[in-house]
């Protein structure tokens, strides 16, 4: 199916982008080929394909429950479409995908898979310039239960009363010396001991992923910290040891998914 499409610039609002604000990019008619995920798709540019991640917003992984429900939802959206697409200060990421707005008969693709509960809302510095209405976008399918916020969509029914409680994001000091100081709580508000054994500690983004191991429980009225630095375990203390600091400073969201990929807690900043 062919679509035509008008770009539109939100203005002059509190919160909403200017012209002045968009970075000075062309926009660059292609063809949908493929969309392999829900943050994600393959287009003809002038007779070549590009890869094309979708600016503001991340996807549940495919093994993750919402996951195929997100890449059909963008698929139902624009399968075979003719869109535009916009770049922002980046034009490519470190994969060599081009960093992109979506445009589809005037309406911003990005902000509307955010609005539908498809994907959550994840600004990637410097290329903001129209997160504002992504996430609010985000926001109001949260606050609606649409998609993925539906209660019993994602909802795991193994383990309640467990929860992300609290999050340091922002330790003293340079971010890289104070792994350890980035911390994640996790308290069990339950009656029942849960084995935490294949449960997944992720970021809105999902490239960072913290696997707990098998063996690992969690009593009720008891709590667990996941230190992002390396250390010797205890049963109430978990180390990432991971590469750099996990959680962004400015806001994210940590999701804790049971061993079936099922949500069981969500928390923002």
């Known amino acids: 199916m062919k679509f035509s499409l008008l770009v539109v610039i939100i203005a002059a609002a509190a919160g909403s982008c200017t012209e002045a604000d968009a970075p000075a990019t062309p926009r660059r008619p292609a063809q949908v080929v493929e969309v392999p995920d829900g943050d994600s798709l393959k287009v003809r540019i002038d007779g070549t394909d590009e890869r094309v991640r979708l600016i503001g ?23 075979e479409a003719e869109v535009e697409i916009v770049t922002d200060f980046e034009e490519r990421d470190q994969y060599g995908r081009l960093l992109a707005y979506v445009y589809l008969e005037g309406s911003l693709i990005n902000e509307e898979i ?24 985000a926001d109001d399918a949260r606050q609606n239960q649409r998609g993925m916020w539906a209660p019993t969509v994602c909802a795991s029914s193994a383990a309640t009363g467990v929860e992300v409680t609290g999050i340091d994001s922002n330790p003293r000091g340079p971010d890289q010396d104070n792994l350890n100081g980035e911390r994640v709580f996790i308290a069990n508000r ?55 600091p996990v959680w962004d400073n400015s806001g994210d969201t940590a999701f804790l998914l049971d061993a079936e990929g099922r949500t069981v807690s969500s928390f923002d900043y």
């Open 57 to 79: 917003v991340n996807a549940p992984e495919s093994d993750e429950c919402f996951g195929k429900e997100s890449a059909a939802g963008l698929q139902n959206l624009l399968d």
């Open 114 to 137: 955010a609005r539908r509960g498809l994907v959550v809302a994840r600004a990637y510095e410097p290329n903001t310039t129209l997160q504002a209405d992504i996430d609010a976008a």
């Open 190 to 244: 339950g009656n029942a001991t849960v084995d935490l054994g294949g449960w997944i500690l992720r970021d809105s983004s999902s490239v960072h992923r913290y696997l707990f191991p098998t063996g690992t429980t969690l009593a009720p009225d008891s709590d667990i910290v996941v230190h992002t630095g390396c250390g010797s375990d205890t049963s109430e203390r978990r180390y990432w040891c991971a590469d750099g």
